[in-house]
């Protein structure tokens, strides 16, 4: 068993930037694939970058290019790097890992989230 915790995020503007961590404990993060969802008010949560065990990262059309998903082995992490951020951007962001090979819809652990407001 896994316990995942957010931190990092907050009220920025457009253009800025923003970076997410989610620490782990109880096991290593290298175990799982691990990804980081995010779900705006009225909408689904939705799987916007992912990291498996061998290190392959994967991006939702919407954040690619914008946005870059790490682990760092050593401290348990996983971060979420946010670059020039946009109003629709906002919603609250959760750190998930899941035991399979890639990250589903429904993963086996979730934190318990951080909101991200970008202002126009």
């Known amino acids: 068993q896994v316990q995942l915790v957010e931190s990092g995020g907050g009220l920025v503007q457009a253009g800025d930037s923003l970076r997410l961590s989610c620490a782990a404990s109880?096991?290593?993060?290298?175990?799982?694939?691990m990804g980081w969802f995010r779900q705006a008010p009225g909408k689904e949560r939705d799987l916007i970058a992912a990291?498996?065990?061998?290190?392959?990262?994967d991006y939702a059309d919407s954040v690619k290019g914008r946005f870059t998903i790490s682990r760092d082995n050593a401290k348990n992490t996983v971060d979420l790097q946010m670059n020039s951020l946009k109003p629709e951007d906002t919603a609250v962001y959760y750190c998930?890992?899941?035991?399979?090979?890639?990250?589903?819809?429904?993963?086996?652990?979730w934190g318990q989230g951080t909101q991200v407001t970008v202002s126009s």
């Open positions: 998930a890992a899941d035991s399979r090979v890639t990250v589903s819809t429904r993963p086996d652990y």
């Open positions: 109880g096991r290593a993060v290298r175990t799982y694939a």
């Open positions: 990291i498996r065990r061998s290190g392959y990262t």
